[in-house]
């Protein structure tokens, strides 16, 4: 929990035309949140300037990070103020330990990043799966996209 920074420039554009200036439509990064098929109960998305907070449950530690990438990589946010919960996990299951973000720069490549994160660029298949169904394509990653790297 707490504020995540993010590029406000990179990312989905989810602006609405406000008064005269563009300002980040919370009912769009709503709709971009569900469309990606994450489950949030209770979801509560807000925006004041370009800090938006997401609140809600999820069922797990993976979803509450993707939810947060969803929002982050909006245009026009530079920050999320995430006060997400995760369920508490099932006996049978043990709890997701949480994920680092990075955000990519120009001449990454996710191989690249895999290498850096886990000393093996034949892991970036790893990075690709921990960030769909954001990433579409592991050869599509942009500069000022933050990307979820999880342990190993």
């Known amino acids: 929990m707490g504020l995540i920074d993010f590029v406000k420039s990179a990312g ?29 109960q209770n979801l ?23 939810v947060v990438l969803v929002v982050g990589n909006t245009q ?5 103020n995430d006060e997400l919960q995760v369920e508490p996990p099932k006996p049978e299951t043990p709890p997701q330990p ?30 690709f799966e921990a960030n769909k169904p954001m990433l579409t394509d592991p050869d599509k990653i942009y500069p000022g996209q933050v990307l979820r790297i999880p342990p190993l």
């Open 12 to 40: 989905e554009n989810l602006l609405q035309r406000v008064s005269g200036g563009p300002e980040v439509n919370a009912d769009g990064i709503v709709q971009a949140i569900q469309s990606h098929g994450l489950q949030v």
């Open 44 to 66: 509560q998305v807000g925006v004041q300037e370009d800090v938006a907070t997401v609140a809600g449950t999820t069922e797990t530690q993976t979803d509450k990070e993707k």
């Open 76 to 80: 026009g946010v530079a920050r999320v």
């Open 98 to 127: 949480p994920s680092t973000y990075y955000e990519v720069v120009s001449g990454d490549s996710l191989s690249k990043i895999a290498k850096a994160h886990y000393g093996d660029a034949m892991k970036y298949p790893v990075i």
